[in-house]
């Protein structure tokens, strides 16, 4: 138990000083992981276990809200080959003029080694990128997708060469996983009785873990993969989404462990720092060739640049890898540290980056020519909401109340902005007028301006960091109609007023203040 606290107060503090200087806690989480390994801390048992839980919980997560047919497209797949092969080339080139240049960890190291290396170096964080994602309430914009498809394909290779690498090929018995394809009725049947409260997250995990997770392992596959799988074949069902909040708060405790563990990998030495921070020079190489070959795919360049900017950082894989090369003798026992301080300061940096992502990935763009809007992808093309009243960005429970209300109530002419394109579709289906553009892209409200006829903007989205967001790209545009914004808490709410916000909707306390006012009516009508 002491050691537990001691673990839990260091990664607190870790989380907290992150926080002071503007960085997202896992940074924190990756420092006192270091901090821990370096005071020679003792070892936490049962770490791994949680950590392994934590990330099957976020790939099972990912999949509730994952359309598998996004993979074969061609910007998704033709994109993650197309980089690995570039990133692995790249990688070898880079590594070999370190070890010409006389850098004593490289040196020495054959073609083989470099090559392992430069692969282990070409995989983009999984978590880390969902977590960015996430805190921006962007996993389900067309970038954000886009991302998310990169990671599983990537992931896919990682976890098909570890399989080849230790030499473990997947049991036969494997094939008859398909049979989870047709038996998710029984599991959506299942899931339908068991209420929307603590059942429901229970019925979560135990599928991410049961025969997601643990069922994978046995047959010789990945259990991460198990959980996204099981996760996507759950996607269809209507309280997907329910499920994904619910398990939020829980997965993300569980993945401190993650992090705290990359922090153990050993105590780093001055020549490990160092060659870890020249590794850091390829992450804007990897960040701009993702969005190069996304312009080519036809879409926007602020997209290309968004994505790229996401993914620019190296992945947890990467420290598997290395691990399997020392393993089997490929790899010194340095690279293993060298990596894990690689993969923690490309999160700190790719953090830094990530914050101001939206703005960078604007003023990136002069450094790509514009494509004809007509070339453009469908999916990419910015819309035009023609002659309205009133535009509500978020089209969850307050945003598609809010619509209808302003329309049926006050006459209005209210359009709907929503980047989930399923949610899209199901409004559409129910008589919203909508259109699937993202609030936070500066270029969708230039033409709010231009069409000149827009008096109200409503900022509904489910995270403060979007609202925020939008808040600005609609000040950035010159819009000079009425915001009104939802907020959770009293800090989001002073926060969007001293922003620009004209009117912010308390949540908790408007709904307290509606339940007062009905409640006092039944009293009046009582007497």
Known sequence: METLALYLGVAFVGGVLATLVRLPPLVGFLAAGFALGAAGAPDLPGLGTIAEVGVALLLFTIGLKLDVRSLVRPEIWLTTVSHMVLAVAVGIGFLGLLAVMGMALVAGDGLGTLALIALALSFSSTV??????????????????????????????????????????????AVALLLFIPGRRVLYAIWSRVGH??????????????????????LGLSGDVGALVMGALLAAHPSAGEMSRSLMTFKDVMLVAFFLEIGLHGTPEPQHVALALVLLLMLPLQAAAYAVLLWTARLRRRTAFLTGLALGNYSEFGIIVVAVGVEVGMI???????????????????????????????????????????????????????DVDALVMGLGRVGSTTCARLRDEYGLRVVGVEHDVNRVSSLQGDGFEVVRADATDVEFWARVKRAGHVRLAVLAMPFHNANLIALSRLQDAGFEGQVAAIARYDDDAAELRRHGADAVFHIYGAAGAELADRAAEVLSTDR
Do not use: M
């Not at 994602?133 to 990682?158: C, P």
């Not at 429901?200 to 046995?218: M, R, S």
């Open 128 to 173: 880390f990128v969902i977590k960015v994602l996430e805190d921006r309430s962007d996993a389900t914009s067309l970038y954000g997708r886009i991302a998310v498809g990169i990671l599983i394909i990537q992931d896919i290779v990682a976890v098909t060469f570890l399989a080849i690498a230790e030499g473990r090929p997947p049991s036969l018995w």
């Open 332 to 386: 010194d026992d340095d690279w293993l540290i060298v990596i894990s301080l690689a993969v923690a300061a490309s999160f700190a940096l790719s953090a830094a980056v990530n914050r101001r992502g939206v703005e960078i990935a604007a003023w990136l763009t002069r450094f790509l020519p514009p494509k004809d809007p007509s070339r453009l992808h469908p999916d990419d093309r910015v819309v035009d909401i023609g």
């Open 197 to 218: 409260g603590e059942l429901q997250a229970i019925f979560g995990v135990a599928v991410a873990l049961g025969p997601g997770f643990y069922l994978f392992e046995h």
